[in-house]
């Protein structure tokens, strides 16, 4: 009789196993949904930063062309014009040697 006992599984062991396993389930369903809401929201927020790099890197490449980096169009600088007196007062007093 002992053997016929041991080889039936008693029903409340089988019940809170199933139940034990159903939380770890829900555990591991709640944990799963909780990591894929983080994983969209810093999806999203990449996708806001990688607009406004290439907003910027827009921004520079106009600044860069209109920048007048070339002397083409400019109208050229005339040096200043020292006169006579300007010139000896400055040599005199020691800034030119």
């Known amino acids: ?16 196993e199933k139940v ?5 389930e829900e555990d ?6 909780k990591i894929a809401k983080e994983l969209k929201e810093g999806l999203a927020e ?3 930063i ?14 860069r062309q209109l920048g007048g980096g070339s002397l083409a169009g400019q ?3 005339k040096p200043a014009v020292e006169t006579a007196k300007e010139y000896a007062d400055r040599v005199l007093s020691g800034k030119i040697k």
């Open 50 to 63: 990688l607009e406004r790099e290439e907003r910027l890197i827009a921004r520079q490449e106009v600044l």
């Open 1 to 16: 009789m002992m053997e016929q006992e041991n080889k039936e599984p008693d029903k409340s062991t089988q019940e809170q």
């Open 46 to 48: 990449r996708v806001k």
């Open 28 to 33: 591991f369903v709640a944990s799963a949904q």
């Open 75 to 77: 109208a050229p600088v």
């Open 20 to 24: 034990s396993v159903e939380a770890v």
